[in-house]
């Protein structure tokens, strides 16, 4: 079992990137798919997830109208894609899948999957 992200970077002000996070080794349809970064010197916090059909989407306050996450259960992908970043988003981001009820979604302790992270550097 494993999640891959990918498509971190350095980027400046105001630049857009678009994350990836390949899962392989179980079926990645019909799971509940999560971002969360963790900044240096900071605890991991919650960025967004995307419910097991697509139908439902939540990210949090610090990136909403700039980030957006979402899914194609054919290529076995989820993705972030993140504007207007600004020096606050840099992070190492990391997605996770498979919290057992949607009233989970931004709890870490229920994901049961987890990739190695992905790092974006934002600066000038």
């Known amino acids: 079992v494993q999640l891959q992200a990918s498509g971190g970077g350095l980027v400046q002000p105001g630049d857009s990137l678009r994350l990836s996070c390949a899962a392989s080794g179980f079926t990645f349809r019909g799971r509940i798919m999560g971002w969360f970064r963790q900044a240096p010197g900071k605890e991991r916090e919650f960025v967004a997830a995307?419910?097991?059909?697509?139908?439902?989407?939540d990210v949090a306050d610090s990136v909403k109208g700039r980030f957006t996450i979402s899914r194609d259960d054919a290529k076995d992908t989820g993705y972030l894609q993140m504007n207007r970043l600004g020096a606050a988003d840099t992070a190492i981001y990391l997605c996770?899948?498979?919290?057992?009820?949607?009233?989970?979604?931004?709890?870490?302790?229920?994901?049961?999957?987890w990739g190695q992270g992905t790092q974006v550097t934002v600066s000038s």
């Open positions: 996770a899948a498979d919290p057992f009820r949607w009233a989970d979604r931004a709890e870490q302790s229920a994901y049961d999957y």
């Open positions: 995307i419910s097991w059909n697509g139908g439902l989407t």
